[in-house]
């Protein structure tokens, strides 16, 4: 007869855009409690010194599926473990993914393997790092699209493209652009268009609160003169959104109530 498993503890942690101060300090006290922490290297770089005497599982980052089945493994076996995610983990993160791994645990091993206790420490997701950086671009109501087909067909993306636009939503795009991903923010750019005018304020902000920052404010008509990569995230005002000296400022709608 097998004894009663130890209920193990599985901790998914967002660790906000880069800079210490911007996490959690939840976050920073579950790093401390874990015996395993598992993340993708570039997010354990960052976290390094909070990582003396612990079990490090590090990967590249394609190999979620790797991570997140480890980390179930680990702590379905009643070890203390905690996976890593930039930004909240919660928003095109490793939660998700590792939600469905524990929902789909085989019953047939429910003798050796326990559900864990799962909590999921919120952090700062790169839309709230950009828009502090650019003014108040999202203060009106506000969507956000991945320009990454990887895992969503580009059709799906592109009706949402459109059908936010046409709403007079503030976009903001992640993923908007890779080596082998060069086209999309183009034609996101053309469907905006179709909705917005060439003079929509566009915020780009790259490698928010972390080494190599960079904020710039431009329009839709040069978006694609500008430098973009994986590492920026594209914030796109809705048709009141205006730039006042450094910053975009999407009007909440107080001067309508009081008359300003
Ligand atoms: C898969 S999403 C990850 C989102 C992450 N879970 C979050 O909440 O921030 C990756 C995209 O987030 C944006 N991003 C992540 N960190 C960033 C940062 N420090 N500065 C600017 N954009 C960032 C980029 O658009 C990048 O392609």
Redo the contacts with the bound molecule.
Sequence with gaps: MMGTPQIGYLAIV?LG??QRNLMAPRAIQVIQEAELVIGYRVYLEQIHDLLGGKEVHTSELTHEVERATLAVQAASAGRRVCIV?????G???MAGLVLDLLASLPEERADTLAEPDVEIVP?I???N??ASLLGAPLMHDFAVI?L?DLLTPWPTIAQRLSAVAAADFVVV????ISRKRYWQLGEARRLLLEHRTEATPVGL??????EGQTVQITTLEHLLACEVD?????VIGNSCTRVHQKHMITPRGYERRYGE
Aim: hydrophobic share 35%; net charge positive.
């Design positions: 967002g855009p880069g995610s930039s930004g909240d983990a928003i095109y993160g952090g997701s790169a839309l790092a950009a991945s990454s795009l992640y993923n908007p902000v790259r490698n928010a609160y972390r994986m590492f920026t995230t594209v």
